[in-house]
């Protein structure tokens, strides 16, 4: 399983499952992290403590638990 926390700057690609439960879940999905959809590496902090990605027209800062259990192509 690759998740989004495995990609670089520039990367794009597609979302496949979200094994985010909860809380976590419902705001993901009110930021347009859904299954599906389509998006794009923008950065990621040292470390990869946080990555920052797009989605439409959305910028959305990840933190490493919640990239980690987003599931991509």
């Known amino acids: 399983m690759k998740t989004l926390d495995r990609l670089k700057k520039d990367n794009t690609s597609k979302i496949l499952k979200i094994y985010a439960t909860g809380d976590l879940k419902t705001r993901l999905s009110s930021f347009g992290v859904t299954r599906g959809s ?21 910028q959305i800062a990840l933190r490493l638990e919640e990239a980690q259990t987003i599931e991509v192509e």
């Open 38 to 58: 389509s998006f794009r590496v923008l950065s990621c902090s040292a470390r990869k403590q946080t990555i920052k990605i797009k989605i439409g027209s959305t």
